[in-house]
């Protein structure tokens, strides 16, 4: 029977295992996804297998500069109790580390990796903090930043972890920089801007967001009964500032200064701060990661679990 690289994927997601091991166990097994679990199981690399495959949707999203290396990373399991784990915690820490250290690609890479201070790859350390914590753990997604200046914040103990890189010249106090970049975060954190600018946005979501509000202007002036292209007309206006609108709640710059208490943009903040330092401040890119975000969760009644467990 022979397999694929789909195959291979689908063996790691089920076992937590690494990929090289993955393909190993298909090849003796002649692509037998049954027997190659039990081929893994028999070498003591999938012991937890099963908890491998259940849905993990807390845990938290982590951010750090090291060596002056931005990275966040969210590292998911099951239960938000695990958020509160000093090895789980310790895990999360290691793998930042990794993913610096090791220059990964992506998540394939990073889990075929050396954990640090360790004999082991990521893919096996994760698998033994699956059996000693009794969850699925799994490494989701991370973002690397290596060049400019990275300023992390991570909001509510790891529910949300956000990187903001700054361009910076002729500024020396790295204080007042490194203040702005949390003040950013912050803002990133609890506005949720999904693009940088308006330049960054993509063309045909802005064209789509026109042609629904227009419509939706056309639609409201037909109640005023005027001539057709005087409706027009105005729709075409109410769309300019519609669209202004738009622009404000999805790109960081074009947003409201929260803690200006909204009477600056974000923009205009940073050139201000960058005015007083007597230099300049850009803004590279930023990445926000919400644990979570995007999985979707089972719902299942905890406390009827847990009660039927000790039945």
Avoid: W
Avoid at 41 to 68: F, H, N, P
Avoid at 109 to 138: C, R
Avoid at 176 to 190: E, F, P, R, W
């Amino acid at each position: 029977m022979s397999f694929t690289a789909q195959h291979v994927k689908e063996l790691r997601e089920i076992t937590g295992v690494g990929m090289m091991d993955c393909k190993k166990a298909l090849t003796e097994t002649g692509g037998d996804m049954e027997k190659a679990i039990a081929y893994l199981r028999e070498q003591g690399l999938a012991s937890a297998q099963k908890k491998a495959g259940r849905i993990a949707a807390e845990g938290v999203a982590y951010a750090t500069v090291i060596d002056d290396i931005g990275v966040v990373v969210e590292v998911n399991a099951e239960t938000d109790f695990v958020a509160k784990n000093e090895k789980f915690n310790d895990f999360v820490v290691g793998v930042a580390k990794a993913i610096v250290k090791n220059n990964p690609a992506d998540i394939d890479a990073l889990m075929a990796s050396k954990y640090p201070g360790s004999d082991k790859t990521v893919a096996e350390e994760q698998q033994e903090m699956i059996v000693v914590i009794g969850e699925n753990i799994s490494v989701r997604r991370f973002k690397v930043y290596k060049d400019g200046l990275s300023v992390p914040y991570i909001h509510a103990g790891g529910k949300i972890g956000v990187i903001v890189n700054l361009e910076v010249s002729d500024i020396s106090d790295t204080d007042a920089i490194v203040t702005l970049g949390k003040d950013l975060a912050m803002q990133i954190a609890s506005m949720n801007p999904q693009y940088l600018d308006s330049t960054s946005v993509n063309a045909k979501e802005l064209e789509k967001e026109r042609e629904i509000q227009l419509n939706k202007a056309i639609e409201e002036n037909k109640a005023k009964n005027l001539p057709e292209d005087k409706s027009r007309q105005i729709a075409e206006s109410m769309v300019k500032g519609r669209m202004n609108k738009f622009l404000e709640d999805i790109c960081l710059l074009n947003q409201a200064y929260v803690k200006g208490e909204g009477k600056e943009t974000v923009e205009k903040h940073i050139q201000e701060v960058a005015k007083s330092l007597g230099g300049s401040i850009k803004v590279n890119a930023f990445t926000r990661f919400e644990k979570g975000e995007g999985i979707e969760k089972k719902q299942d009644d905890f406390a009827a679990e847990v009660a039927s467990m000790v039945k």
